[in-house]
């Protein structure tokens, strides 16, 4: 290869690299540096660990916002109950998800199908959640008609019914079009000839389509898991004051509380016990969106 | 289709219509609402009062919203091409450079944003910039910047994605005949490589755009008092309750995405029949 | 080892080593995917690289392309060293398996390509396109895109393309594999005549020896990297170099036996498999008692009920094992008492013979003295 195309090479691989070192990679060491920090009253409002005295280095690092992480069992269950919730939230929308890609895959009229389910994806995701305050609150849509009828009203907004109402409407979409792309290039000849071969309809999915569909229930599950299991705006704006999730809890340590060296804390404890293990779980699984 | 009728009696024929019709009910159904409600003259979403299209003229008044609206449109623009490109030379970098030094670092780099929660991108970005400006007295004020920076950097992500995928299944063998041809590398890419990749730029521009128009997390932390995106200032009024003006937004936003939908459509149907 | 007497072949058009390739090796990750090939093409041959997948010939083709650099050794195009010379400014192109067409150009933009890359001027790129798709009877189809033509317009669009910039040589990768069986035998043919139209020098990657047969001037059978046999396909046929060559092109018989008479005009052969005695008429540096292998074709083979008089090369017993009715042929299999199973061809001049040999009958098969050759390897 010439100069000028390995010049060129070095520049096309150079410039992304540098700005995500500088972007993402960077932004986490501070963030690392925060962490150990103590919250003050200043601009920005934490100690510095870096203490130039009289030509002395002097680093301080305090772990007592990780210590407080496991103290107060909030950081725990936060933690755990995002895990659980963002699991079911999974599993709801691969039971609603499956049928739906199943069903689209084999209509005459799939592209058109298709284009429904991106459509409300396109469509804003704060807007959709907050249509659903408008179906679920207590004068909402439903307790409107209920109240028709002499019924009701019922509480939905602020409990988890609401959450996962929330987490299902979001990212349904997302579970859909991996499992639609994986059901549609199954070979149709493959069920003819588990049928030929005396299965019964039920047997056939169970032997034939539901394994050669795993590549795509583990997309969409991923799909749907990771951006769930971070939630904020969902638990914010549907959940109830006392439900506790993880990006929720961060964000009101950062904006409420200003305690931004916990709020540091409690983003690296996240990216040690979530984003490691799915990136980990991603690669065990070999997923390419 | 012949199988779904065979294996149709219970399963296709009932089942599944049954089933797809409750998915896009859960879809929907919220949707519907609230373009119904955005016509209510009631401002109480209990009491209907009548059609009514005061809450359009009410929108197209509120100054904060069109600012905001302006803001997360430039925003959206600027991040989609920033993205796009970078996206374009790392899927690019990924998909026909072989083995390279930094490949792994890159490579890593580039798929952990899809995956970040959104609360940790906005926090380590916002103390990036802050820390910046301690250093090095950029960015003096965060705003649009900002925001356009960090959206940038995820938008990219997606971006990659997209193009290593496209150019995976594209034949480096055209590339190779270019170059037998007598074409030098950076003319091979943008005779051959760039238009082959054009649909998956195209559909990564859009991702990005609308990831961008959509964020409200990100934003809410690089941001500084200067700028707000539409999605923060929804949010901010969201939380204080219902404001039919906001029916009457999203009720616009649902019909363009759909005429936007309808047109590709049209135009895919169109290049599908040539 | 001496090669046997030639017999006259289609004499090269000038005997100057047009393409000169010098022990080349490349290897990939510790594999040897070509090991020190040297080979010489002469201006205006069809030259056929014949071999199976991983035999190596891709590579050599793409080392002459300049896609690859070799890890030693030398190749020369005209007298020029184009070793490390970039495939953009070699004087040969290439015509790919897959055609590698630019999809989103039409096949005149596609054609004219490698044209304006030499920033020709415009009125003499446009008559050398409209040229080319004359030469390949697609002028009437200039302003298609590459997704509306068929799979044989597809073909000659890649070939006009490769040949519009006149190169020194047209190195062609399985050029006809993706198109069907009548099509391929069609296009042979239409290829052959652009040949000697144009008169360059084509270089040919095939895995099919009936493409090479037809094809080529010459034949190099490569396998596992190495350069096996280069010689003319009637030669390759009639005179493999050794059982891997005999066997891959074409089928072929082989007796194993030990030399026991050694001449300079014949060779006697002691087979055990055969069951008796082999004669060859032409003689050959070995020892006695060493081993030899006999390769008879099948269509050269005798099947009669009865023992053959006169001369033989070799005869034997055996009961037919199993025919296959190939229309304008027939293919024998007998079963000879050592267990070894000898192919037969017998072509079907009548359009029912009752007196053919049927199942489980018993015959002898025999060869004349001029049909088996020895080889030594």
Redesign the interface.
């Known amino acids: 290869m010439t100069w000028i195309v390995r010049r060129g090479r070095a520049l096309v691989v150079a410039v992304p690299t540098l700005w995500l070192a500088l972007f993402f990679l960077i932004p986490f060491l501070v963030v690392l540096r925060v962490s150990f920090s103590e919250p003050a009253i200043a601009r920005p409002p934490y100690t510095s660990l870096f203490d130039w005295d009289q030509g002395l280095l002097t680093i301080t690092l305090n772990l007592g916002n990780y210590a407080y992480l496991l103290e107060d069992d909030l950081y725990v269950s936060a933690y755990l109950n995002s895990i659980w919730m963002a699991s079911a939230s999974t599993v709801i929308c691969l039971l609603i998800a499956y049928p739906m890609a199943l069903w689209i895959a084999r209509s005459p009229m799939k592209n058109l199908l298709l284009m429904l389910v991106i459509l409300p994806f396109w469509t804003s995701f704060l807007l959709r959640m907050y249509a659903l305050i408008g179906l679920m609150s207590p004068t909402g849509f439903i307790n409107s008609a209920l109240g028709l009828v002499g019924l009701g009203p019922i509480t939905m907004l602020q409990t988890d019914f609401a959450v996962y109402m929330g987490m299902v409407t979001g990212y349904l979409p997302l579970m859909i079009l991996p499992l639609y792309s994986t059901l549609e290039k199954l070979d149709g000849a493959l069920l003819e000839a588990s049928h030929d071969l005396g299965a019964r309809p039920w047997r056939a999915f169970l032997d034939v389509t539901l394994p050669l569909s795993m590549p795509g229930v583990i997309a969409g599950s991923l799909l749907v898991f990771i951006p769930s299991v971070g939630e904020y705006v969902i638990p914010a704006l549907l959940g109830g004051p006392d439900q506790l999730m993880i990006g929720k809890t961060l964000w009101t340590e950062f904006f409420n509380n200003r305690d931004w060296p916990l709020a540091s804390a409690v983003a690296i404890a996240m990216l040690a016990f979530l984003v490691v293990p799915i990136m980990f779980a991603r690669n065990a699984l070999g997923v390419k969106e | 289709m012949s199988d779904a009728r065979m294996s149709g009696r219970g399963l296709s024929r009932f089942a599944l219509p049954m089933a797809a019709a409750f998915g896009f009910a859960v879809l929907y159904v919220p949707l519907a609402i609230m373009v119904i409600y955005s016509f209510n003259a009631s401002k109480l979403a209990s009491v209907w009062g009548g059609w009514s299209v005061q809450w359009y003229g009410e929108l197209l008044r509120n100054d904060q919203i069109l600012q905001a609206a302006w803001v997360s449109l430039k925003v959206a623009a600027m991040s989609a091409t920033l993205g796009t490109i970078f996206g374009c030379l790392i899927g690019y970098a990924m998909s026909r450079f072989g083995r390279f030094r930094p490949r792994l670092l890159l490579s890593g780099m580039a798929t952990a944003p899809i995956v970040m929660p959104d609360v940790v991108t906005g926090l380590s970005l916002l103390l990036l910039f802050i820390s910046m400006e301690a250093l090095l007295g950029w960015p003096a004020e965060r705003g649009v910047d900002t925001i356009v920076i960090a959206h940038a950097t995820f938008c990219m992500a997606f971006v990659a994605v997209i193009v290593q995928a496209r150019l995976t299944d594209v034949d480096t063998s055209v590339e190779e005949a270019a170059m037998d041809l007598g074409a030098r590398q950076p003319r091979v890419f943008f005779d051959v490589t760039l238009p082959m990749m054009a649909p998956a730029l195209v559909a990564g521009w859009l991702l990005s755009f609308t990831l961008s128009l959509d964020d409200l997390v990100i934003a809410s932390f690089v941001s500084g008092p200067g700028a707000s995106t539409l999605p923060m200032v929804v949010f901010s009024k969201v939380r204080l309750g219902v404001t039919p003006e906001i029916n009457a937004l999203a009720t616009l936003l649902i019909v363009l995405v759909s005429i936007f939908v309808a047109l590709a459509a049209w135009r895919m149907r169109k290049a599908g029949k040539a | 080892m001496t090669a046997p007497a030639s017999p006259p072949t289609r004499a090269p058009k000038s005997d100057r080593a047009f393409i000169r390739i010098a022990d080349v090796v490349k290897t990939f990750d510790g594999f040897r995917a070509v090991d020190n090939i040297s080979l010489d093409v002469a201006e205006g041959e069809i030259f056929c690289l014949l071999g199976g997948s991983g035999s190596g010939k891709s590579t050599l083709l793409r080392m002459l392309?300049?896609?690859e650099t070799p890890d030693s050794g030398r190749i020369e195009i005209d007298g020029q060293d184009m070793t490390s010379v970039?495939?953009?400014?070699?004087p040969v192109?290439?015509m790919?398996?897959?055609y590698?067409?630019?999809?989103?150009m039409s096949v005149a933009r596609n054609v004219a390509?490698?044209l304006k890359?030499?920033r020709l001027p415009k009125s003499e790129i446009e008559a050398q396109v409209k040229r080319m798709l004359e030469l390949v009877k697609l002028d009437t189809l200039a302003h298609r895109k590459p997704h509306q033509l068929s799979g044989g317009q597809r073909q000659r669009v890649a070939l006009a393309?490769?040949l519009a910039?006149k190169p020194k040589a047209l190195l062609l990768d399985e050029p006809l594999s993706a198109l069907d069986k009548k099509l391929r035998e069609e296009t042979q043919f239409e290829l052959m005549d652009i040949q000697d139209t144009l008169g360059t020098t084509f270089i040919v990657v095939t895995h099919d020896q009936e493409e090479a047969m037809t094809l080529g001037t010459r034949i190099g059978v490569m396998d596992q990297g190495r350069l096996v046999q280069v010689d003319a396909p009637r030669d390759l046929y009639e005179y493999p170099k050794n059982r891997f060559i005999a066997d891959f092109v074409g089928s072929v018989n082989i007796f194993e036996g030990q030399v026991t008479e050694d001449e300079s005009d014949h060779l006697r052969v002691g087979s055990q498999a055969l069951g008796g005695e082999i004669y060859i008429d032409h003689g050959m540096s070995c020892q006695l008692g060493q081993t030899v292998w006999v390769a008879v074709r099948p269509e050269k083979m005798r099947l009669r009920r009865e023992a053959p008089e006169g001369p033989v090369g070799g005869a034997a017993q055996g009961v037919v094992e199993d025919i296959a009715y190939m229309g304008g042929l027939s293919h024998y299999r007998v079963v000879l008492p050592s267990g070894q199973r000898v192919r037969a061809t017998l072509a079907n001049r009548d359009r029912h013979d009752a007196d053919a040999p049927t199942w489980e009958e018993t015959v002898w098969i025999s060869w004349p003295p001029a049909a088996g050759v020895a080889l030594l390897s």
């Open positions: 392309a300049g896609f970039p495939p953009w400014d070699r192109n290439m790919f398996q897959s590698a067409l630019f999809p989103h390509y490698g890359q030499d393309r490769a910039k």
